[in-house]
């Protein structure tokens, strides 16, 4: 797929989010938009899956640690044909198989439930592992907050995945900058972030995750990688494209009112307007 | 009462792995550093590529086990039950027991009878966080053949089970060649008319003992062994209270929310019968060798006849 073509579609993956979380009159925005290049590169250029098999034992799989940021993963997987794009109007509401957190049991292409900050990582550690043990060949992907690595159980995961040599697993960084409390160098910084990485024996590359090209030729690197797993530290913009959510610490968590979805949803038309005059 | 020499149950999880591993291949093992006081380790030396030691991080262990089911495994995570059920809780409720994953919790040392190292590792309430998990099987095993029985019916039951094992040496009851495992079925070890005992885990053989003790002042006490708590046999509970209509429950775990609790639930809500519930008072442990603390806590066969005698209006 061309960037073009992966940009438009980062372009539907945040209207989905915009109307699931505008639909539930809650949720998390703004960790979802900042991903979305993420979430669109995954699933519509890296991973080998297929949403008519969503169970294929040889497939790669993908843990949302992140997993308050599920409007962004359903989106996607809605967008690639796992379930209907409709559907993403259902968000949190009572009775919908589309829960507040990833939820593996009911949600299709949902490789592992999710929600409680700190855990993917180690589900991606034993899906890796399970691989190894068994000479398949997939790959494993972890999406991480910046915030939620001050959770300790990312870095005994880390030690882990070091330790073991996982070089079919990939931990990716939402380094948006931004946790509920403030600005994550101002709440408890994790950073430098590159370097825990590495002196936890993994290979680092340090991007811009709104950018195509530097997410290809990362993942890319990932790949080749042999004998230790690689973290992607991704800068980001949180709640990007949408004017009044950007860099804003106020839409970690909160859904936008009938006015303010319709400003979201002229942002990003005038988005997609713009790409198709390239 | 069998001749055969007493085993920790933590010994018989050990050797129950090293059996099932050699018939399925799926059967992985990880510890956090402590297999060789989880037993595991005729495992890790007969299957050393299925067995991962995850290091001091039980969290992260726990997380991996739930990843390695997604792809086909049955994990069995070890620890000591104050770390399986208590450091790991939120991950065993929210990786495990939320998308009710087929993984199997053999939680060791669980109950004062870790004796010496004290209240810090002496697990009282693990049963109680357990078994509040949806979907949850919690097993507490009364000796070596059942412990071994347990560990291969947790591993053909499709979904998380807790299995609670001991560090001390107990006797071995279930030695009849008839002898048989049901998940969630309790058994009559003993009948009797004037009260029922119902005990778990080592606590079973105990209160046998103490039943002996009763018949020669006169009471007749049946015994019942529930070891599984939940899913709990009501059908067998609600029967002893139809006929002896009278109720103790025995157990080496807090009163609250355990083996008491269960049965007080089913009791209170579908025959409210007279209940005593004997374990520990809702205290920390202490330090000291099992046997002495066993017995000053009042759960071995003494201090259990005594207060059966003295809530039912006997003599001391």
């Known amino acids: 797929m061309t960037n073009l073509e992966l940009q438009k579609i980062a372009v539907e993956v945040r209207r989905g989010i ?37 169970k294929d034992p040889d497939r790669d799989r993908f843990v949302l640690s992140k997993g308050h940021t599920a409007p962004g993963l359903y989106s996607t997987l809605a967008n690639r044909g796992y379930f209907p794009v409709e559907d993403l109007l259902t968000l949190r509401h009572t009775g919908s198989y589309l829960q507040g957190h990833p939820d593996m049991k009911h949600i299709p292409g949902v490789d592992m439930s999710s929600g409680s900050l700190g855990q993917g990582v180690s589900a991606a550690c034993g899906m ?53 409390d403030g600005p994550i160098d101002k709440v408890c910084s994790p950073y430098p972030i590159d370097k825990k990485f590495e002196s936890f024996n993994f290979h680092v590359i340090s991007i811009n995750g709104n950018d195509f090209d530097e997410l290809r030729s990362a993942f890319a690197e990932a790949k080749a990688t042999k004998g230790m797993p690689t973290a992607i530290v991704a800068r980001t913009l949180k709640g990007k494209d949408i004017s009044f959510m950007e860099n804003s610490v106020d839409w970690h968590g909160k859904a936008p009112n009938d006015e303010e979805y319709a ?14 005059q390239n | 009462m069998s001749e055969l020499k007493p085993m920790a149950t933590r010994e018989s999880y050990g050797n129950a792995l090293l059996e099932l591993g050699k018939e399925h291949e799926n059967l992985i093992v990880l510890d956090a550093d402590l297999a060789a006081a989880t037993k595991t380790g005729v495992f890790r030396k007969a299957f050393p590529d299925r067995h991962i030691d995850c290091g001091i991080a039980e969290a992260n262990m726990t997380g991996v086990a739930a990843g390695l089911s997604t792809c086909g495994f049955v994990p069995f995570i070890s620890t000591f039950a104050m770390f399986a059920a208590g450091r790991s809780y939120e991950q065993v409720r929210n990786s495990i027991g939320y998308p009710h994953l087929n993984v199997k919790i053999g939680a060791t040392h669980a109950g004062i009878s870790v004796g010496e190292d004290g209240a810090s590792h002496q697990c009282l309430e693990d049963i109680a966080l357990m078994r509040a998990i949806p979907g949850m099987v919690v ?35 279930n030695d009849s060649p008839d002898y048989k495992f049901e998940i969630g079925k309790g058994v009559l070890l003993r009948d009797g008319r004037d009260v029922t005992l119902i005990a778990t885990g ?29 899913p709990i046999d009501e059908e067998m509970i609600l029967a002893a209270a139809e006929k002896t209509g009278r109720i103790f429950t025995i157990e080496e775990h807090s009163i609250i929310g355990g083996l008491g609790g269960a049965v007080a639930e089913v009791l209170s809500e579908k025959r409210p019968t007279k209940l005593t519930r004997i374990g520990v008072n809702d205290v920390f442990g202490e330090s000291g060798p099992a046997k002495e603390l066993l017995h000053k806590y009042k759960l071995d066969a003494e201090g259990i006849a005594e207060r059966v005698q003295k809530e039912l209006g006997g003599t001391a």
């Open chain 1, 18 to 54: 915009i109307d699931g979380v505008h639909s539930a009159k809650a949720g998390h925005p703004g960790g979802s938009l900042s991903a979305a290049e993420i979430f669109t590169y995954l699933y519509f250029e890296e991973m080998n899956i297929d949403p008519k098999n969503p």
């Open chain 1, 128 to 180: 890796a592992l399970a691989g190894k043990l068994n000479g398949r060949d997939y790959r494993v992907y972890a999406l991480c907050g910046d915030g939620e690595i001050e959770e300790g159980q990312i870095w005994e995961a880390a030690m882990f995945a070091g330790f073991r040599k996982l070089d079919n697993l990939c931990v990716i960084v939402d380094n948006n900058n931004l946790q509920i």
């Open chain 1, 263 to 276: 400003v979201a949803v002229e942002d990003l038309r005038k988005v997609g307007e713009a790409l198709c």
């Open chain 2, 139 to 173: 097993i507490n095993p009364a000796d070596d053949v059942e412990a071994r029985a347990a560990v291969r019916a947790a591993y053909a039951y499709d979904g998380p089970v807790y299995l609670r094992f001991g560090r001390l040496a107990i006797p071995v009851m």
């Open chain 2, 202 to 230: 080592l606590c079973v053989y105990e209160t046998l003992c103490a039943a002996k003790m009763l018949a020669e002042k006169g009471i007749d006490a049946q015994v019942i062994n529930i070891h599984t708590i939940k």
